[in-house]
Structure formats: structure tokens, C-alpha cells
């Protein structure tokens, strides 16, 4: 059973900086690729930003630039470093990880922006 567990969502000012990190239980070699999805209320959820096993990276034209998306693969963690964030950049986050035929969802950590 493929568990992970999001962290480093809170609350931060406009033009503001948060690191999130999604751990996952046993290696994430064996995972096609993993992302980082949002889902404001009432909307459907979104990519944000994926990387694959080979290291190949997928970002959504509104976070390109400012969002980056790394992996540590001793630690089974995949990271999505967030700046210069905007207000429309609240919402929850969540980590996917993908084998074939089967995708597994974090339970999300809340993004707030605001002064």
C-alpha cells in the first residue's frame, strides 16, 4: 500500500516563499512520475507541476517561472518550492504518484495567501 503525506502548506504573505514536501512510503523509483495537484472549491483539480522517473519536468503555464518541482530519492520525498506566490496560488495541494493503471493521492496541505 503506497502512502504519502504532504507537508509545508500554512499561510504566507504576497510575493512570499513555502517549500512542500511529499513523502511517500518506500522508494519513489518504482513511481512513473509524481506531481503536485490543486483544487480550488468548485473547480476540478489541476497539475501544478510533475516529474517523471527519468527527471522530466511538466509545470502549468501559471506557475512556470515560479514553481519548481525536485525530488531526493534517498528520501523518498518530493519537493514543490513556491515563490513569489500570489493570492490565486491558495488553495489545497496534493501529491500524486503514479504506477501503471493506478494513481495514489496525499491527503493535502492547505495553501493560504494572503496579507
Known amino acids: 500500500q503506497v502512502q504519502l503525506v504532504e507537508s509545508g502548506g500554512g499561510l504566507v504573505q504576497p510575493e512570499g516563499s513555502l517549500r512542500l514536501s511529499c513523502a511517500a512510503s518506500?522508494?519513489?523509483?518504482?513511481?512513473?512520475?509524481m506531481g503536485w495537484y490543486r483544487q480550488a472549491p468548485g473547480k476540478e483539480r489541476e497539475l501544478v507541476a510533475r516529474i517523471t522517473r527519468g527527471g522530466y519536468t511538466t509545470y502549468a503555464d501559471s506557475v512556470k517561472g515560479r514553481f519548481t518541482i525536485s525530488r531526493d530519492n534517498a528520501k523518498n520525498t518530493v519537493y514543490l518550492q513556491m515563490n513569489s506566490l500570489k493570492p490565486e496560488d491558495t488553495t489545497v495541494y496534493y501529491c500524486?504518484?503514479?504506477?501503471?493503471?493506478?494513481?495514489?493521492w496525499g491527503q493535502g496541505t492547505p495553501v493560504t495567501v494572503s496579507s
Open positions: 518506500g522508494s519513489i523509483l518504482r513511481f512513473i512520475d
Open positions: 500524486r504518484a503514479a504506477l501503471p493503471g493506478v494513481y495514489y
